[in-house]
C-alpha cells in the first residue's frame, strides 16, 4: 500500500536531470566555436579629405619634427638617421624641450610632427614608428597629469581632465602623401 | 515494513538538481550574448604586428574590418601573391570601400554613427602602398575613425 502511493507521485513530476546535460551541450558548443577576439589597436584620427596638400613650410623650422621612412625600412628624423629604439626619447625632447633650446620645439602646443613614408616601406616598421611617436605624447600626458592632478592619464580620466591635459600638449602629426619607392 | 517506507517518505535525501538547468542557461545566454560569431572567413594571411600604445575597441557593432594581406594559399592560384584587400568576406578593390562603409552604416542607429570605427587588419609584411590606398578611400568616404589594428608587445 504504501509502496504505491510512492511511485504515483514520483510519477507525478518530470525527471528534469537531463535538462542540465542538454543545457552543458549547447554551452560547450558556443564556448568551443566562438571566439573571444580582443580588438585592440591603434587609434587613428585620420584628417578630412582636401584636394590640396597643407602647406608646411611656412611654419618655422624649429617646431616641425620630420620623420621621414624609406623603403629600406630606415629612419631620417630631422635630416639624421636614427634607429626607431631612439626616436621616443628624442621626440619627447622636442616637444617638451626642457632646456629651452633654440632648434626645438618653442612649446608644445606648437609642435608639428611630421611623417612621411614611400609606398614600398613595411606596415611593420610604419606602425612601430607611429606607436613610438604616440608613446612619445602618452608618456608626456602621462608625466604633466602626474603633475596636475597626480594621477595616471589613462583614457579612462574624466573628459575635462583630458581636455586639460591636451590643451597643453596637443597630438599633432601630419601625415605627408607618400612617395612612389619600392612599391611591389 | 510499513514503518521503514515511512521514514523515507519524510526525509527525502537527494537535492534538487531542478535548477541547475536554469543556472547553466544563464551562462549560456550570457555567452551568446557577449562573443559575436565570427562572420567573415579570411582570405588573406592577417599576422598583425606588434605596439605598445593600444587602445580597446568597446563596441562591436560599431566596427568595420578591413582585412589586408597576401592571399593564402588555396587562393594563390586565382588571385596571386599580391596583398589583396578583402571586405566582409570577399576580394575586393579600393573602389568598393565606399559601397562597403555605406552597408555598415545603416545598420548603425544614426545617434551611434559618427562613432564608427574602421578596424584596418593588416599584415605586417604589406607595404605601405596598399594600405595608403585605402586610407585615401577611407578619408575621401568621410570615415576618418580609424584603427590600426596590433597585438601587445610582450613585455
Redesign the interface.
Known amino acids: 500500500?504504501?509502496?504505491k502511493s510512492?511511485r504515483d507521485r514520483m510519477s507525478n513530476e518530470i525527471n528534469?536531470?537531463s535538462?542540465?546535460d542538454?543545457?552543458?551541450l549547447?554551452?560547450i558548443f558556443?564556448?568551443v566555436?566562438?571566439?573571444?577576439?580582443?580588438?585592440?589597436?591603434?587609434?587613428?584620427?585620420?584628417?578630412?579629405?582636401s584636394e590640396e596638400e597643407p602647406d608646411i613650410t611656412k611654419l618655422k623650422e624649429r617646431n616641425v619634427y620630420s620623420v621621414l621612412v624609406n623603403?629600406q625600412n630606415q629612419l631620417l628624423v630631422r635630416e639624421q638617421p636614427m634607429r626607431v629604439e631612439d626616436l621616443r626619447t628624442n621626440a619627447k625632447e622636442f616637444i617638451s624641450n626642457p632646456q629651452r633650446r633654440e632648434d626645438l620645439a618653442e612649446k608644445p602646443t606648437k609642435a608639428i610632427i611630421s611623417l612621411k613614408?614611400?609606398?614600398?616601406?613595411?606596415?611593420?616598421t610604419?606602425?612601430?614608428v607611429?606607436?613610438e611617436l604616440?608613446?612619445a605624447y602618452?608618456d608626456l600626458w602621462n608625466e604633466l597629469c602626474q603633475r596636475k592632478f597626480g594621477i595616471e592619464y589613462s583614457?579612462d580620466l574624466p573628459l575635462a581632465y583630458r581636455k586639460a591635459i591636451k590643451e597643453e600638449i596637443p597630438f599633432v602629426l601630419s601625415e605627408a602623401?607618400?612617395t612612389n619607392f619600392?612599391?611591389? | 515494513?510499513?514503518k521503514f517506507?515511512?521514514k523515507?517518505?519524510k526525509a527525502d535525501p537527494a537535492i534538487s538538481?531542478?535548477s541547475?538547468?536554469d543556472i547553466?542557461?544563464m551562462?549560456?545566454f550570457f555567452?551568446?550574448v557577449?562573443?559575436?560569431?565570427?562572420d567573415a572567413e579570411l582570405k588573406v594571411r592577417v599576422v598583425?604586428?606588434y605596439?605598445?600604445?593600444?587602445?580597446?575597441?568597446e563596441e562591436?557593432s560599431l566596427?568595420n574590418y578591413l582585412y589586408i594581406g597576401k592571399p593564402t594559399k588555396q587562393y594563390q592560384a586565382t588571385y596571386g601573391t599580391?596583398?589583396r584587400l578583402q571586405l566582409g568576406d570577399k576580394f575586393s578593390e579600393v573602389r568598393d570601400i565606399p559601397l562597403f562603409l555605406e552597408k555598415h552604416k545603416v545598420k548603425v542607429p544614426e545617434a551611434k554613427r559618427p562613432r564608427i570605427?574602421s578596424?584596418?587588419r593588416?599584415?605586417?609584411?604589406?607595404?605601405?602602398?596598399v594600405?595608403?590606398d585605402v586610407?585615401?578611400q577611407?578619408?575621401?568616404s568621410?570615415?576618418?575613425?580609424?584603427?590600426?589594428?596590433?597585438?601587445?608587445t610582450p613585455d
Open positions: 500500500m504504501a509502496r510512492s528534469a536531470g535538462m542540465a542538454i543545457a552543458f549547447l554551452l558556443f564556448l566555436t566562438t571566439t573571444i577576439v580582443e580588438d585592440k589597436g591603434i587609434l587613428v584620427k585620420l584628417p578630412p579629405w623603403a613614408n614611400d609606398r614600398g616601406t613595411n606596415y611593420d610604419y606602425l612601430r607611429y606607436n604616440k608613446g602618452n583614457e602623401e607618400p619600392g612599391e611591389e | 515494513m510499513s517506507s515511512k523515507r517518505g538538481t531542478a541547475l538547468p547553466i542557461f551562462l549560456l555567452f551568446m557577449v562573443t559575436v560569431l565570427r598583425t604586428p605596439a605598445s600604445e593600444l587602445t580597446k575597441l562591436k566596427v599580391k596583398p570605427t578596424s584596418l593588416v599584415d605586417g609584411e604589406v607595404t605601405m602602398g594600405v595608403q586610407k585615401t577611407l578619408r575621401k568621410g570615415q576618418l575613425r580609424v584603427n590600426y589594428s596590433a597585438k601587445k
